[in-house]
T-cell receptor, first 113, second 111 residues
């Protein structure tokens, strides 16, 4: 079956520093890749998605490139803020039906002022 | 704005008891999902549904049943709650292959 592996947290950073959260995946299908973010006390919400290989997705200063050859989708941000503290999930959806997502275990990001 | 609500938001149950978690969406979405969230496991799919009166098993369905009596409502049922089912449960909805919208979650503690 499908699987997603991402950086184990927590990741602790100071404001203004750069972020990379690694994500690698395994699937026999042609996936769409997602990054979701979950703030404390809330449900996950979509950060962005990339349906095609070699394309980049971005939102709120975060970005990730769908690297089909390396089966990776690493999340990056040049300068984090305290408000970015959250749990980040990498996920994939195969090209079979039912819009079924497979999530990674999540990475906790803690940003100190 | 998408709207998925869950009730209750928090619940304490006894081992062996029956628990029903409810989800309601006002998005007019066909697809609905139940996930559980545990530290170290992330989000795992329990059951999902793509039409009223029909449910499908997800990746970890054992010990759970689901019910979709209408397009708007989707329930998760634990007939005999166990300690291992202590977790946070999230409901989500989507339109076909588009973004999934999550509810705020239900924290379930089984004692």
């Amino acid at each position: 079956g499908d699987s997603v592996t991402q950086t184990e947290g927590p990741v602790t950073l100071s404001e203004g520093t750069s972020l990379t959260v690694n994500c690698s995946y395994e699937t026999k299908q042609y996936p769409t890749l997602f990054w979701y973010v979950q703030y404390p006390g809330e449900g996950p919400q979509l950060l962005f998605k990339v349906p095609k290989a070699n394309e980049k997705g971005s939102n709120r200063g975060f970005e990730a490139t769908y690297n089909k050859e390396a089966t990776s989708f690493h999340l990056q941000k040049a300068s984090v803020q305290e408000s970015d503290s959250a749990v980040y999930y990498c996920a994939l959806r195969g090209d079979s039906g039912y819009n079924k997502l497979t999530f990674g275990k999540g990475t906790v990001l803690l940003v100190s002022p | 704005e998408a709207a998925v609500t869950q009730s209750p938001r928090s619940k304490v149950a006894v081992t062996g008891g029956k628990v029903t978690l409810s989800c309601h969406q006002t998005n007019n979405h066909d697809y609905m999902y139940w996930y559980r969230q545990d530290t170290g496991h992330g989000l795992r799919l329990i059951h999902y549904s793509y039409v009223a009166d029909s449910t499908e098993k997800g990746d970890i369905p054992d010990g759970y049943k689901a019910s979709r009596p209408s397009q708007e409502n989707f329930s998760l049922i634990l007939e005999l709650a166990s300690l291992s089912q202590t977790a946070v449960y999230f409901c989500a909805s989507s339109v076909d292959r588009y973004e999934q919208y999550f509810g705020p979650g239900t924290r379930l503690t089984v004692l």
